[in-house]
């Protein structure tokens, strides 16, 4: 899938969650480094706090426990956050599958928006579990360039 392909999904999904299609395109953008679909990232804190537990409890196994450990594909989903919203599949690399990728990571910016009131700024840190408060600063600026008039101006 092309990088103009990937927008377009990316564009399509947002439009079909109700969201504003420049944020979620300057998300995707920023997570998986360039649109990179196959972007995948280990996140130790984050298995530590949230996946360990339940695989010490015996409730998943430890390749199980592993994968939702990783985050996935152009919104950087991790596969436990996945778990939360719904994603049933085997194999939790089937988010960096941009339809199935998108869909989680719109879902995830969805919850985000309406916990924080519709304040982009707080869901954008709730997206990003709140490690980086830079992580706004990050997004926001990319977003101009997925605008309507920036597409009509180039």
Request: net charge negative; glycine share 8%; aromatic share 10%.
């Amino acid at each position: 899938m092309t990088r103009d392909e990937m927008v377009a999904l990316a564009r399509s999904t947002a439009a079909a969650h109700d969201l504003d299609e420049a944020l979620v395109c300057a998300l995707c953008e920023h997570e998986s480094e360039g649109w990179n679909a196959w972007a995948v990232r280990y996140e130790p804190a984050f298995f530590s706090k949230y996946v360990a537990p339940l695989y010490a409890s015996g409730k998943i196994s430890v390749t199980e426990a592993y994968a939702r450990g990783f985050s996935y594909g152009l919104g950087q989903v991790m596969g436990q956050t996945a778990r939360e919203l719904g994603f049933a599949n085997e194999f939790l690399t089937e988010l960096c599958d941009p339809p199935v990728g998108l869909e989680f990571a719109c879902r995830k910016l969805a919850k985000a928006l309406h916990d924080a009131a519709g304040n982009v700024t707080s869901a954008l840190l709730k997206y990003n579990g709140g490690a980086n408060p830079n992580y706004p600063n990050l997004v926001l600026p990319l977003m101009p360039k997925y605008q309507p008039a920036a597409e009509t101006a180039t």
